[in-house]
């Protein structure tokens, strides 16, 4: 397989991350000459961790309050839609019963009342 020569005008991973390289002057036994590099400022090097996860927690806790909210009202009006049915088929029952008695005591002291004075007690 034939590769292509390298180019050498493309710059190299390393060469990108530490920058032009600098001349090399004639050793010297003193230490080791250590490259500086410029000082970043705190906020860069040190993110706020705390704010960032408060901040994160706040925004994350209003998403999910907003959706729990919208659930439960769906679930509270699905089960008390559930319980009013089931309360007035109940009730129904009831009333029929309370009704038909009513009428039964009313319908019986209306013929009474009309039969005596159809057939007036005997003296």
Known sequence: MNQPPF???????TEVLLGPEVP????VAAAPV?????????????????????RL???ILHQVQGKIDHLL?????HVLQTA??????GMRGALREDLQQSLE????HAVSHEL????PPAQ
Do not use: K, M, S, Y
């Open 7 to 13: 180019d050498q005008g493309i710059p190299l991973l």
């Open 24 to 27: 090399e002057a004639a050793p």
């Open 34 to 54: 250590v490259e500086e590099t410029p000082a970043l400022p705190p906020a860069v090097t040190q993110p706020d961790w705390d704010a960032i996860e408060q």
């Open 57 to 59: 927690t706040q925004r």
């Open 73 to 77: 009202e769906e679930r509270i009006a």
């Open 84 to 89: 009013l049915q089931n309360a007035l088929i």
């Open 105 to 108: 005591q009313i319908v019986a």
């Open 116 to 119: 005596g004075h159809l057939h």
